[in-house]
């Protein structure tokens, strides 16, 4: 008689946290999607993970990575900078996928290497965070940049940026001049009516 499957989804084994069961050949090979703290994710033997025989990707052993992710210090601010920002925009199996990768944000191919990202953008410094400034543009040395909470929240896609009577304003502060709602500032965007958006969005008008 064949024993129950445990269930290890949501559970964690060191750096792993288990995500789902990825396949069943048998009461004792199955495979478990797991993601590594560092954003990596791969599917796993149930064995291994309940023998403690693995426990991260690979990513924390000692002096790896430019000394950015250690098994005693852990994963460094830059380096989980970094991570985050590659499963966005090629895993599509994160929840903010669509509002990325799938949306159409590339990564550079020269930052698909961690060296690479360190070396153009330097250490995350301390209460900033990696932004973008085409927010539709894709993640690039030329295109990023570390700012504070305030400044992403502004140049979000929720605040865009239009010109009324010439005049670059918010979406929200355009719409509440005009008596709208910001999803009104938005059909018009679209039909090419009134309002057109500013350079780094699509325009609306000519």
């Not at 069943?24 to 025989?53: D, F, I, K, N």
């Not at 991260?56 to 052993?61: E, N, R």
């Amino acid at each position: 008689m064949s024993r129950a499957l445990v269930d290890l989804a949501g559970q964690s084994f060191g750096r792993w946290t288990v995500l789902y069961r990825a396949s069943l050949r048998g009461a004792h090979v199955t495979r478990w999607l797991c993601r590594c703290t560092c954003g990596t994710e791969r599917a796993v033997l149930g064995t291994e993970l309940r023998a403690g025989r693995t426990t991260q990707c690979g990513c924390a052993h000692p002096n790896t990575r430019h000394g950015h992710t250690h098994f005693r210090t852990g994963v460094s601010r830059t380096y989980r900078s970094w991570a985050a920002m590659k499963n966005r925009v090629l895993n599509s199996r994160t929840p903010d996928f669509r509002y990325y990768g799938g949306r159409g944000i590339t990564l550079c191919a020269r930052w698909h290497d961690f060296g690479a990202f360190l070396a153009d953008m330097g250490e995350r410094p301390a209460g900033l965070t990696l932004d973008r400034i085409d927010n539709d543009g894709p993640y690039s040395p030329e295109n990023c940049r570390w700012v504070d909470q305030r400044t992403q929240r502004r140049n979000s896609r929720g605040l865009r940026r239009v010109i009324l009577d010439g005049c670059r304003m918010l979406r929200q502060d355009a719409a509440r001049q005009l008596g709208v709602s910001p999803a009104t500032i938005d059909r018009w965007i679209l039909t090419g009516r009134t309002i057109r958006l500013v350079a780094g969005e699509n325009e609306g008008l000519p």
